[in-house]
């Protein structure tokens, strides 16, 4: 049964290990100030949401000041509705890729969990109301969140939450941990660079959208493994070596690798940029 841990003074996380009885290890975040608290992504369904309502009421009486979506994936914002009317912040590709495509997830998650059909046909897709491109600032009252969107990565719309006063930072999907990360709608290339950017950032506890709560060596560590992937991949896409190759020398399973490698290559030529040479 997961609990809520404090990872920073008034700085929560709680970790939901399932969906529906498959592995998920997803990770909310909940930070108190004077004015209320900020919670971060709000599940997959209306119906987490409420459950998710409920286990903040076991944490605090405070009200829900503010939402932060760090990305536009069904998971992480599909219980924006049971929030309002508090404001929720996003990237702007947030809601505008969260309008988007969410009918095409609504469908093929139904297709492949006929089961939950009712649970997700309840869903109105609800967007960021509150928009920003690079950088905002969150007022609790007490405490700043700082919102940041580095760079392309997981998507072209992550933002990573930072509280100075706890050095706590909220990756998002930028990191996982426990398991690869998911290069589904991910900008290979530019993610190594964000990652490393990311890092920069690091100066206490780091929360990945799935998996265990890490630090700064966990951090460096991924954006290590990010940078190989991009540099694998541009070789590959080169021809300068096979997908054999590619996958031997990887730092993530075959399967993670085939998708990644796609991904660079899309990457590679939506900027025209030549594939010969090495380096992220």
Not at 39 to 56: K, Q, W
């Amino acid at each position: 049964m997961s609990i809520w841990r404090e990872v920073g003074d008034r700085v929560f996380v709680r970790r939901y290990d399932t969906w529906h009885g498959e592995p998920f290890d997803q990770n909310i975040g909940v930070v108190i100030g004077a004015d209320g608290a900020a919670v971060i992504d709000t599940r997959g369904s209306h119906r987490l949401a409420d459950e998710l309502l409920m286990d903040i009421r076991t944490l605090t009486r405070a009200p829900v000041a503010a939402v932060v979506n760090t990305h536009f994936h069904w998971d992480h914002t599909w219980g924006n509705a049971r929030f309002l009317p508090s404001p929720i912040w996003g990237h702007i590709r947030c809601a505008e890729q969260l309008v988007a495509r969410s009918a095409d997830s609504l469908e093929r998650l139904i297709r492949s969990e006929p089961g939950l059909a009712e649970e997700l046909e309840e869903v109105v897709v609800t967007p960021p109301t509150v928009t920003f491109d690079d950088a905002a600032s969150l007022d609790l009252g007490d405490r700043q969140l700082e919102l940041r969107h580095l760079g392309l990565g997981h998507t072209d719309n992550d933002v990573v939450v930072v509280d100075p006063e706890t050095g706590v930072l909220f990756a998002g999907d930028l990191l996982e941990n426990d398991a690869p990360p998911s290069f589904h709608d991910a900008f290979p290339i530019a993610w190594a660079a964000t990652a490393a950017r990311l890092t920069t950032f690091v100066s206490g506890p780091v929360v990945p959208g799935h998996g265990s709560v890490g630090a700064r060596a966990f951090a460096e560590d991924q954006a290590r493994a990010l940078a190989e992937i991009a540099d694998i991949g541009r070789q590959a896409a080169a021809g300068m070596i096979d997908a054999d190759e590619a996958a031997r020398r990887s730092p993530f399973p075959a399967e993670t690798t085939g998708v990644a490698l796609g991904r660079i290559r899309l990457e590679l030529a939506l900027a025209h940029e030549p594939v010969a040479g090495g380096g992220a």
